[in-house]
């Protein structure tokens, strides 16, 4: 197993080139299934997600191939219908296929994607929505066994859920007529699948509003396409630096979808400057609190960054609160922070940090994704010695977190070792 060990307590200099996104990059892979020739996708981080995404594409009859950070997945001929219950259980956002693999097959069968480190993960608003295009939909002993026949509709979600927007977008491209979906995510992953699905020859319009139509049946063919940034992982680095010290760039990077991360860091004391492709970023020797950080769709402050930005507020003089309104178990790293010094309390979704003036390095565990990029960025802020196991949580997101954050200067590795060393 892998650990990451970070000496951490001194500032940070350098500079790093951002990986492509996560979130972006599962939808796109799942809509090339909808094409019938070949989609090409460049810039796709090499993630764990990304591997059983690719999985799952290979076990529905696609033939996908890997060369670098270009994937190119030719679904002429699928054959298969079914997410197996491992993939389904490896990656609860697989639920993505629901809307391709019926808008493609007219038929689905994947297992009911139960709670998750975050919470509970309830997809009643895509089952809602694929039943109002026309979908049937029954759950049999956990799993979902679903019928197509997929005709436009208007849709009005009760929450602008990300997932089930592109699942919403992904059927409605296959399917008879106009959808229309009010209140839809404005995630700039939405628009991202936008711009692909019509590549591929579809009629999307209104992403990144909260009104998208979608005018559906048109033949699609294969596309090419160049992953944008991962806007979290940048989240994650400049919260790094603010967490240690000293200066640092991300590069690749679109200012504008970090704009509310990059406010909170400003009211905690830093310099950040954004250029048209980076944004750099001088932290003062203490952070200090800022007002309350209200997770929320975007354009708001997004749940992923509220760990990490977390972490660099440990050290923040005075309190901070954050409140979570997300996903109801978002706060688990809190618990590992405490071990490095830090002092927060939690009650439901409100989280009160109380700035401490130093960290101590000590051996933590990832608890999910963010939260265990989280307890990088403490660890680099924290005197001494940081050991951070539970490493594969962080392989969902990160491509490489240590090659990365040594880019910026900081002392970090990734051991092999074995369960007793730890
Ligand atoms: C996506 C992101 C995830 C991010 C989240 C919110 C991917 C792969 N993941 O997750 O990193 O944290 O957006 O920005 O893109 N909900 C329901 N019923 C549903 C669907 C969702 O109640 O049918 C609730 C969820 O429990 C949650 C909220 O809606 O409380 C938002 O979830 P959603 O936007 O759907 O998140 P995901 O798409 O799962």
Not at 90 to 97: L, Y
Not at 137 to 152: A, D, K, N, S, V
Not at 223 to 251: F, K, M, N, Q, W
Not at 330 to 354: N, P, S
Request: hydrophobic content about 40%; overall charge neutral; some cysteine.
């Amino acid at each position: 197993m892998s650990v990451i060990q970070i000496r951490g307590g001194r500032p940070l200099s350098g500079s790093v080139r951002i990986q492509g996104a996560k979130n972006s990059v599962l939808p796109l892979l799942a809509a090339t299934l909808l094409a019938e020739g070949e989609c090409v996708l460049h810039n796709c981080p090499n993630l764990t997600d990304v591997d059983h995404t690719l999985e799952i594409l290979r076990s529905l009859g696609c033939r996908v191939k890997r060369e670098g950070d270009t994937v190119t997945v030719d679904p002429s001929a699928p054959t298969g219908y079914t997410i197996s219950d491992t993939l389904m259980r490896e990656m609860r956002s697989s639920v993505v296929f629901l809307g391709p693999i019926l808008g493609r097959m007219g038929r689905a069968r994947l297992s009911y994607p139960g709670g998750c480190e975050l919470g509970p993960r309830p997809i009643d608003l895509h089952m809602a929505s694929l039943r109002a295009m026309g979908a049937r939909i029954e759950e049999q002993e956990g799993h979902l066994e679903c019928l197509g026949g997929l005709t436009g509709a208007e849709i009005v979600l009760s929450l602008p859920s990300v997932g089930c927007t592109e699942n919403i977008m992904l059927a409605a491209v296959r399917a008879d007529g106009v959808t229309t979906v009010h209140n839809a995510a404005r995630e700039p992953e939405i628009v991202e699948l936008q711009d692909f699905l019509n590549a591929m020859g579809a009629d999307v319009r209104g992403a990144g509003t909260s009104m998208l139509t979608v005018r559906g049946g048109r033949p699609l063919h294969g596309a090419e396409h160049t992953v944008r940034p991962d806007r979290i992982v940048a989240c994650t680095y400049l919260s790094a630096v603010a967490s240690a010290g000293g200066e640092g760039e991300v590069t690749g990077v679109d200012w504008r979808q970090l704009s509310t991360v990059t406010s909170v860091l400003t009211e905690a004391g830093c310099r950040v400057k954004s250029g048209p492709d980076a944004i750099f970023i001088a932290a003062p020797e203490r952070l200090k609190a800022v007002r309350p950080v209200r997770t929320a769709p975007y354009p708001g402050f997004p749940t992923d960054a509220q760990a990490v930005v977390m972490a660099a507020l440990c050290k923040g003089e005075g309190a901070t609160v954050f409140v979570e309104n997300m996903f109801s178990a978002r706060y688990r790293h809190v618990d590992e922070l405490a071990r490095m010094g830090a002092d927060i309390r939690v009650e439901g979704k409100v989280a009160v940090v109380c700035g401490v003036p130093a960290l101590h390095g000590a051996k933590v565990r990832s608890t999910d994704l963010r939260g265990g990029a989280a307890l990088a960025v403490a660890g680099v802020g924290a005197q001494g010695e940081t050991l951070i196991s539970g490493v594969y949580h962080i392989d969902r997101g990160y491509q490489d977190l240590c090659s990365d954050l040594a880019c910026l200067g900081a002392k970090i590795v990734r051991l092999n070792t074995t369960k007793e060393e730890i």
